[in-house]
């Protein structure tokens, strides 16, 4: 409604008195839906990658940004060609807006382990992820 946008707009004009927008973002990812009952930049990187979120490297940090768009449809574990494509979306996105270089966006490596620990999948990086697609 007309009403509820005017009271977004009104709050997020405060928000950003309030807060840079490196700490809006902040604040966002630490709380946002990331799937399999994750929420959090922080619990999703332990849960996806078993690694803290300042440890992770560009592919990982890419497949989770473009995981809380629909935690359903990319979840690497239920969707890999879809995860894999959004994570080349952001890749592109990146490149576009000249936070990384072509360059770092190709040399970005885009591989997986898929395991299985105590009845759950988990994510590393040792498998490339053409070997994932032929296992699945």
């Not at 990982?60 to 990319?74: K, R, T, V, W």
């Amino acid at each position: 409604s007309a009403l509820q946008k005017i009271a977004e707009a009104y709050l997020s004009i405060e928000l950003e008195k309030k807060y840079s927008k490196d700490e809006i973002l902040e604040l966002y990812v630490n709380k946002i839906y990331f799937g399999q009952s994750n929420y959090g930049i922080k619990e999703a990187s332990n849960y996806y990658y078993d690694k803290e979120p300042n440890s992770l490297n560009l592919d990982e940090a890419s497949l989770l940004a473009g995981i809380f768009n629909a935690p359903s449809s990319y979840n690497p574990f239920y969707s890999l060609n879809y995860a894999d494509k959004r994570r080349s979306t952001v890749l592109n996105l990146m490149v576009r807006h000249g936070y990384i270089t072509q360059e770092e966006a190709e040399q970005t490596c885009r591989c997986y382990h898929v395991g299985w620990l105590c009845g759950i999948f988990y994510l590393s990086d040792t498998v490339n992820i053409e070997e994932v697609r032929n296992i699945w």
